[in-house]
T-cell receptor, first 111, second 111 residues
Framework: GESVGLHLPTLSVQEGDNSIINCAYSNSASDYFIWYKQESGKGPQFIIDIRSNMDKRQGQRVTVLLNKTVKHLSLQIAATQPGDSAVYFCADGAGSYQLTFGKGTKLSVIP | DGGITQSPKYLFRKEGQNVTLSCEQNLNHDAMYWYRQDPGQGLRLIYYSQIVNDFQKGDIAEGYSVSREKKESFPLTVTSAQKNPTAFYLC??????????FGPGTRLTVL
């Protein structure tokens, strides 16, 4: 998700629905991808990761999909809960110590 | 209880002052990082250290300095040369070139 100025892309979902958050990356050499969750005023929290030799990886209530052809990553959250409200951002790495971080998407869950 | 700690949580600086932000980890990670986060923007790398007594500049190192005398500690000094230091500062660590784990952050405000 790209952002303009101070405004992040926002996704609003009804409690219990599934959420899909998207991310585009630009480095064709990236082989490692991470999703983070950041609540207001707190540090980012690791959610799930995936390597480039995989297309899909599942965790608890979360699934990450990787499409290397179009350099696209998505995070699916099943049965979204109010506690899932946060900013979600992706990061990608190409074997060095430096990761490239996306600007994030703000997820709001409507009770 | 393993993890990354940052102190203080809030810090106020007067014009012309240097301030030091603390970051400690007991995860036995070799690499540590400092990022700056501004509203609506992705994380920007200030400095990182792959190993004790070694560190490299990131994308926005001007006006900042670091040291890595111990594996567990990576303090960041925001000098008076940093013209716009008000931001949320995040420290992270990683065992290798993969996932970085973040601390809770320090919010720095210039008075």
């Amino acid at each position: 998700g790209e952002s303009v100025g101070l405004h992040l892309p926002t996704l609003s979902v009804q409690e219990g629905d599934n959420s899909i958050i998207n991310c585009a990356y630009s480095n064709s050499a990236s082989d490692y991808f991470i999703w983070y969750k950041q609540e207001s005023g707190k540090g980012p929290q690791f959610i799930i990761d995936i390597r480039s030799n995989m297309d899909k990886r599942q965790g608890q209530r979360v699934t990450v999909l990787l499409n290397k052809t179009v350099k696209h990553l998505s995070l699916q959250i099943a049965a979204t809960q109010p506690g899932d409200s946060a900013v979600y951002f992706c990061a990608d790495g190409a074997g060095s110590y430096q990761l490239t971080f996306g600007k994030g998407t703000k997820l709001s869950v409507i009770p | 209880d393993g993890g990354i700690t940052q102190s203080p949580k809030y810090l106020f600086r007067k014009e012309g002052q240097n301030v030091t932000l603390s970051c400690e980890q007991n995860l036995n990670h070799d690499a540590m990082y400092w990022y700056r986060q501004d509203p609506g923007q992705g994380l920007r790398l200030i400095y990182y250290s792959q190993i004790v007594n070694d560190f490299q500049k990131g994308d926005i190192a001007e006006g900042y300095s670091v040291s890595r005398e111990k594996k567990e500690s990576f303090p960041l000094t925001v000098t008076s040369a940093q013209k716009n230091p008000t931001a949320f500062y995040l420290c992270a660590s990683s065992p290798s070139t993969d996932t970085q784990y973040f601390g809770p952050g320090t919010r720095l405000t210039v008075l």
